[in-house]
């Protein structure tokens, strides 16, 4: 399977994941299904059927209570499922960030626990319909085997309400949301990044673009989703041409703004107006935009959510710099699995080895940058914030690369300057101090103990 096969398969399933309705509605078509084809197999047993004591035993209106009991009470439930989810979506976006949101809608048991919900008063209804009483000459009919599997369906249901309060509790925790965050990045980083080796060389410098380059255009407005460099490689390839992308998924791009440029390969021979085209197109093609930030390509997308939590707790309506710390505890862990990856511009590279496509990802850099300014400042009068952000440097200077040491030197000395504005006594100032210099040693590969975070 291709790498670029794998990009796409992972923005539609995490599109797919991301709504309520697909695992419902199959359910409810299948409940519908079931619901006529049950009581023609009912029709065609007998006693003689091996379970038959099992089965539902009373009489057409038994049944009718019954299948009506089940079919009210499970929409009930249901509506009570979908309020508790909507104030756990509320209470997630108020307390922590709107950008966790997506995390409760991809939750696959609340998908399933809907889905079950739904699928039972559906079968309920539908088997109602089949329910016949001795009357008008026709002849009494029970489904009995489609009553009791209606039975068993809201027993199901009863102990999945039961299940989905408990899981519900867990997931509205922050500590359960930033380790699904976490998790989510992860995955992502292991589909799109390659593992840094030690011994690799360093990494070419992608080509620079020389003056009157072609700029591209993006025709949709909305965040940078998922760009197929292979598409844009064919292009590439095809006119002669090579192209720069520099906004990468996680952007917010304008339409008729420029999102890349494109040059000749060869200086003597220029673009003409179809290669023009065939690129500017090419471009539209291979980037797509959506209304909101996802997971699937965008490399930042866990740090930013990370990062939201910090911010949010540290604001003054919340003030729980605890739930910063343990936040920061994950970016930090984030941050160093990813200075073991390859990060920076992806070179794509013809038959004859001609770099033609350059697509830009955030850096070491950046992406430090991105899990720590904000905290740095938001939290700049809390000593127990500016430990944390001191710890995070250093356990990240222990896993960075040498060339990468530059990434922390620049962050500490920035953290230095907040701690050295603030009015902190001289004991804060003492340990900041000591986290400073401990920094400084996993810089050079000694890590000294008694240094931490409080």
């Known amino acids: 399977m291709s790498s670029a096969f794998r990009a796409r398969l992972s923005v539609v399933r995490d599109t797919t994941r991301t709504q309520l309705w697909p695992f419902p509605t199959l359910a409810v078509v299948l409940a519908v299904a079931a619901g006529v084809v049950l009581p023609l197999v009912d029709a065609r047993i007998d006693d003689s059927f091996p379970v038959s004591a099992a089965l539902f035993s009373g009489g057409a209106d038994a049944a009718r209570t019954v299948l009506s009991s089940i079919a009210g009470s499970l929409i009930t439930v249901t509506s009570l499922t979908f309020s508790l989810t909507v104030v756990t979506l509320q209470l997630a976006s108020s307390q922590f960030s709107p ?9 696959r048991f609340v998908h399933l626990t809907l889905a079950l919900f739904l699928a039972t008063f559906t079968y309920a209804l539908t088997v109602l319909r089949s ?28 102990l999945g309400l039961v299940v989905f309060l408990s899981h519900l509790a867990r997931q509205v925790r922050v500590e359960t949301m930033v380790r699904a965050v976490h998790d989510d990045a992860r995955s992502t980083a292991a589909l799109l990044l390659d593992e840094r080796t030690p011994d690799a060389p360093a990494p070419p410098r992608p080509p620079i673009p020389p003056p009157g380059a072609v700029p591209l255009l993006a025709h949709d407005s909305g965040f940078l989703v998922r760009v197929d460099g292979s598409v844009l490689l064919d292009a590439a390839a095809g006119t002669g041409a090579v192209v720069l992308l520099d906004r990468h998924p996680g952007t917010f791009v304008v339409a008729g703004t420029p999102i890349g440029l494109a040059w000749p390969l060869d200086p003597l021979r220029p673009l003409d107006d179809d290669a023009r085209d065939r690129l500017a197109r090419c471009a539209a093609a291979a980037v797509t935009t959506g209304y909101e930030r996802t997971a699937a390509q965008d490399v930042g997308f866990g740090l930013r959510q990370l990062t939201d939590v910090v911010n949010k707790s540290l604001s003054p309506g919340i003030n729980d710099p605890t739930t910063a710390v343990h936040a920061l505890g994950h970016s930090a862990a984030l941050l160093c699995e990813l200075a073991g990856r390859e990060l920076g511009p992806r070179l794509l590279r013809d038959d004859d080895g001609c770099t033609r496509v350059v697509l830009t990802r955030p850096t070491l850099a950046d992406l430090v940058d991105l899990a720590i300014a904000q905290p740095r400042r938001y939290g700049a009068t809390d000593p127990a914030v500016l430990s944390r952000i001191a710890v995070l440097l250093r356990e990240l200077a222990w896993c960075v690369p040498t060339g990468q040491h530059a990434v922390v030197v620049d962050q500490l000395g920035r953290l230095r300057a907040t701690v050295a504005a603030q009015g902190f006594d001289d004991h804060e100032n003492r340990e900041l101090a000591e986290l400073g210099e401990a920094v400084e040693q996993a810089l050079h590969g000694r890590w000294t103990s008694g240094a931490d975070a409080h």
Do not use: K
Not at 99 to 107: E, G, K, N, P, S
Not at 135 to 153: C, D, H, I, K
């Open 131 to 158: 329910v016949r009483n001795d009357t008008g000459g026709s002849a009494e009919f029970v489904p009995r085997l489609s009553v009791t599997v209606a039975f068993v369906l809201a027993v199901a249901g009863v």
């Open 99 to 107: 950008r966790l949101l997506r995390t409760f809608t991809r939750d």
